[in-house]
């Protein structure tokens, strides 16, 4: 069958064809042809999400202020010549006049020692009742601290990432069952329970001695446990919820009709959407187990001894307050400043990633 | 109603099941710290020890012993303090009281001035009072308790003795009440604040401002109703909080309550009243719950029951 052709060059069309009849169409001009040109760069969703973070002020001076606390507990104790428990001693011989002393002082045989040409390292924020460096103390302590505060908001992530994915994408019944422990795990009174366990495993662990673990000592490892066993039914119930609602969205559903496998469909549209909200509620986690480890320092079950952490030193800060107030003021002004930073950084992070909040 | 009915039922077991759970982990986690009661510097003779262990049932099979606690239990009798011997339900009893009355005042305080406080930041949104309460509120919500409160008691009691401490004559509330309350009022703040201006968006309030109702009668009659559904939501979990701070507060400022004795109690390893103290602090949060959770479900007739 020959195919006939009309003006155009098009082959001839049945007047029932769907076919285009291009003599209905005009050529776009250059002008038109522009509109189609990218005026701006493609986005991702983090650059976006950076973007607008760069935008909130208090967030950059936070996350400026995390840095730069980073960074000095990092660098000082190479910088600094004093050990976190070391005595303070001058020619090998115990500096007894150096206890309790006020910040940038030195005591006599100090004094004596720079008269006679040697040269000492300031105490910035003075000594303690056992002649060590404050300064030193402080700065462990918030490693310490920021340390406990780090591993236990991973800890927590992962155990309830793992359960609340798994119990939401399975649903029916094993999310039942699943979410009935975590209802009941849930109506524990965290806080009288995490002091429960610490109470029984500083008995009852024995740590292999020289390890870092053991330094931090039985109440860390066991501050540890407690969010491990209790704290991550929060981030699981956050992330099935999550994961549930996601699931029910249109674009999924659309994604999986256009054949979509289910790993680009986790990769591409689940994830993006909730790991915002995962990452922020890890960031607002630290500051809680930061808090958490204060408060079981107060009730002496917090570090081990010669280790300090913020919480601790607070808190042994309590007994001379009248005499030496600055002892105090120096490890809470750093607890409220992590806490605050990273708090403000969270709430930033929020408004900057969580899409439906976008304005 | 059905339905209702059975979602209090289900509460209760819950409830119930946990305080049985909590009784449960609570006993056998103490009697997991290896050493026995009797354990003193001075080794007891071996029939002595016999003796005294028939005498409490410590000769007895782990879950037998458990068994018979939870029956004393249940007849109010919590077992004697190890380190001084008295009765723990006379020290509870003794103790309570002024827990409680402090632990409600907090309560009290948090939840009215931190629904005005959020409010009125609402109402006055990115102006002076809004920037001054958002300030303070972040402030609290980054200052441990026990900082908080040793501060409050040097400059207010200490420096300017304006206050006078607690001592066994002169109760002073207003202190500790304040130093506990501050975080839940920051919170609620906080959440007053964000429901309030939520509330003030939806469409019923523009209609109700498109017939011409009055400024105040829309904020009282229509927003803050419809905003004190969160802030009554956060009142479990800020009971909880309370419970738990009030150790804290409790030992700054040496009131004699039941916080402060579960503290003297670990710092002391006294065992049986760590355990009883857990176990009646614990109850008493999951109790709390219950009583919120059923309020929040009949403030709201939208809440499913599920």
Redesign the interface.
């Known amino acids: 069958m020959d195919i006939k052709y009309d003006a155009n060059g098009m082959p001839k069309k049945s007047p029932l064809s769907m076919q285009i009849d291009l003599s209905k169409f005009d050529k776009a001009t250059d002008e038109e042809k522009r509109q189609q040109d990218v005026m701006s760069q493609s986005t991702t969703f983090f650059r976006d999400g950076m973007k607008r973070l760069m935008k909130n002020p208090l967030a950059v001076i936070s996350m400026i202020l995390l840095v730069v606390i980073i960074v000095t507990i990092i660098v000082v104790p190479m910088i600094v010549p004093y050990g976190y428990s070391e005595i303070l001693s001058v020619n090998g011989r115990r500096d007894k006049g150096a206890k309790n002393m006020p910040p940038f002082t030195y005591s006599e045989m100090e004094q004596e020692y720079i008269a006679n040409g040697g040269t000492r390292f300031p105490h910035i924020f003075g000594t303690d009742e056992q002649s060590r460096d404050y300064f030193v103390r402080v700065i462990y302590g918030t490693r310490v601290s920021l340390a406990v505060g780090f591993f236990a908001s991973i800890i927590v992530l992962l155990i309830g990432m793992i359960y609340g994915s798994i119990s939401g994408y399975m649903g029916g019944r094993v999310d039942l069952i699943m979410m009935r422990i975590v ?2 795990i849930y ?3 965290d ?3 995490v ?3 610490s ?2 495993f500083k ?2 662990i024995k740590l292999p001695a020289g390890s870092a673990l053991s330094a931090l000592g039985p109440n860390m490892i066991s501050l540890f446990i407690v969010f491990g066993l209790l704290y991550w039914v929060g981030m699981a119930r956050l992330i099935r919820g999550q994961i549930l609602s996601i699931k029910e969205n249109d674009y999924v559903l659309a994604a999986k009709a256009i054949g979509a496998k289910s790993g680009r469909i986790i990769r591409r549209h689940i994830l993006p959407n909730c790991i915002s909200v995962i990452i922020i509620s890890t960031a607002l986690q630290i ?1 809680s187990a930061i ?1 958490t480890e ?2 079981l320092s ?4 917090g570090v081990q001894a010669p280790m300090p952490s913020l ?1 601790s030193l ?2 042994y800060a ?1 007994e001379g ?2 005499s030496y ?1 600055y002892k ?1 003021v120096f490890p ?1 002004l750093m ?2 400043l992590i ?2 930073s990273l ?2 950084l969270g709430d930033g992070m929020r408004d900057a990633f969580d899409p439906k909040l976008k304005r | 109603m059905e339905k209702l009915t059975r979602y209090i039922i289900k509460r209760v077991l ?2 119930v ?2 305080v049985f ?2 009784c449960a ?2 006993f056998f ?2 009697h ?4 026995g009661p009797f354990n003193r510097e001075k080794a007891l003779s071996a029939t002595t020890i016999a003796a005294l262990n028939a005498r409490y049932n410590l000769d007895k099979p782990l879950p037998e012993q458990f068994l018979i606690y939870v029956r004393e239990l249940l007849k109010g009798d919590f077992g004697v303090s190890l380190k001084n011997g008295r009765e723990i339900g006379t020290i509870i009893k003794e103790s309570f009281p002024i827990s409680a009355k402090l632990g409600l005042l907090a309560v009290t305080v948090a939840l009215t001035c931190g629904t005005v406080f959020g409010c009125l930041a609402a109402l006055t949104r990115n102006r002076l009072p809004d920037r001054l309460i958002v300030f303070f509120s ?2 609290f ?4 308790s ?2 908080f409160a ?2 409050l008691l ?1 400059v207010f009691s ?1 420096q300017l003795g304006w206050v006078p401490v607690w001592s066994a004559t002169s109760h002073s509330y207003i202190l500790p009440v304040i130093a506990l309350a501050a975080y839940p009022m920051a919170y609620t703040t906080r959440l007053a604040k964000t429901s309030m201006l939520d509330a003030l968006d939806q469409d019923y309030i523009r209609t109700a401002r498109a017939k011409g109702v009055h400024r105040w009668k829309i904020i009282f009659k229509h927003a803050l109703r419809n905003s004190l559904i969160p802030v009554i939501t956060y009142a479990g979990p800020e009971i ?1 909080y309370i ?2 701070g009030s ?2 507060i409790e ?2 400022f040496t009131v004699g309550g039941i916080g402060s004795q579960f ?1 003297l109690a ?2 002391n ?1 006294d065992y049986t009243m ?1 355990m009883a103290t ?1 176990i009646f ?2 109850s008493l ?2 109790i709390a ?1 219950l009583i919120c959770d059923l309020l929040y479900k009949a403030v709201d007739p939208r809440i499913q029951y599920d």
């Open positions: 209802d009941i109506s524990l009174p806080m009288l329970m002091i429960l366990l109470v029984v008995e009852t500051p808090f204060s408060y107060f009730i002496g079950l919480g607070a808190n309590r307050l009248q107030p105090l809470a607890i409220c806490v605050l708090n403000l | 819950l409830a099941l946990t759970i909590i982990l609570t986690l103490m997991a710290i290896p050493g972040t402030l919500t980054a200052v441990p026990f900082i040793t501060l040097l200490i909880a419970i738990t150790m804290v030992t700054v503290v670990i710092t390893r760590i857990t602090l614990a949060m999951v719950n």
